[in-house]
């Protein structure tokens, strides 16, 4: 048995909106037998507020799903803005490493990036106490910052840069979630040889036979665009506004928005504004709903920024659509996105931010309901041949016992 100490400034429970990557994995170390401490923020993601449990606290130790939890501060109310942003980050690290040098001498640390300050921090105390080093890169950050416009080149982003080399050279094993961030790994200079793909999944006993929530705001006859997931700076929601005006007259389509976000007010006013009466948000939902919402979607919205960035994208939504047998537009930059849905036969890909193009791929599926059921379950069979998240997490574990 090992010690392991997680560390991952978001770390999102079943019960809670977002995505549960780390805490299956953790669980599944678990599991193992290894003993596992997670360092994580008590300001989530989606929130991006200080709970009222925590408010004066700054570190603060708990026990849950057979695991030790260190829950510390960052920086709350933080936008999409770079400096607000590195703030965030700069703050958990600070706290993440307080905690982590209060747990006993760890085996392997692993740490999962965005949030560089962190992983570099936590690649510093691996070495000060002679454990391995893991890093998960879930994106190229700052790269991705750089290419949606929110940084440019300077002292900043030369620091981020700096960070991001150093801990990729102290990583012992690197864990790529999509191609795209493999090979922009191996362009920053890492040995292959050192990189792992483990990608996103899904819960298969928990997408199979969910039925759909009654909450979900449409009428019985509706056809359902449906996107589940963060309404953020990287998500193009606007094409899906384009594309519901171009679908005005279509009273039997319905798009649905679930989710919260920077971005979702702004979104909700142009909508209103535009008269757009064909467009619904709702508020997140658990980890656990997800499945239920999604079994009333006839299609699931895949929207990314016409960025290059992106066309390396494999974002978890992907793994929870395909789970639910739902057929998938992706308007997105000709990438990992669309070579799934052509290798699968699971639905269409449009260009990036086209509304005209996403509107007529709506309509084309909405005339066809047989051919969307069918690319609907030609997607799950080929989720539960490669993304059953189990198998992933038995990779996962794998992967972090091969440096003890």
Known sequence: MSRVVYVSQYFVRADQPGGVRHWQHARALARAGHEVEVVTSYVQHKERTVPERYRGRRVVREEEDGLVVWRTYATPG????????????GSFAWWSAIAAARIGHPDVIVASSPSLPSAAAAATIAR???ARFVLEVRDLWPESALAMGLVRE?????VARRLERFAYGRADRIIALTEGIRDGVIEAGVNPARIT??????DLDVAEGATAAPEVPADPGDFVAMYVG???????????????????????????L????????GLVEEAARRGLDNVRFADAVPKRDVPRWLARADVCLLPYQDVPLFAGA??????D???AGRPLIVCAPTGELSRLVERAGCGLAVRAEDGAALAEAITSLAADPRGAREMGERGATHARRHYDRRTLADRFVATVESCV
Do not use: W
Request: net charge positive.
């Open 321 to 323: 659509y395909l789970g």
């Open 78 to 89: 933080y936008g999409s803005d770079f400096r607000s942003r590195v703030a965030n980050y």
């Open 154 to 158: 300077g002292r900043a982003l030369t």
């Open 230 to 256: 963060a309404h953020g700076t990287y998500n193009a929601l606007g094409t899906l506004l384009d594309a519901a005006d171009r679908l005005s007259d279509e009273r039997a389509v319905r798009i649905v």
């Open 197 to 202: 793909l483990i990608t996103n999944g899904f």
């Open 128 to 130: 000060l106490r002679g």
């Open 314 to 319: 494999l974002p978890n939504k992907t793994f």
């Open 258 to 265: 679930v989710g919260e976000g920077d971005q979702k007010p």
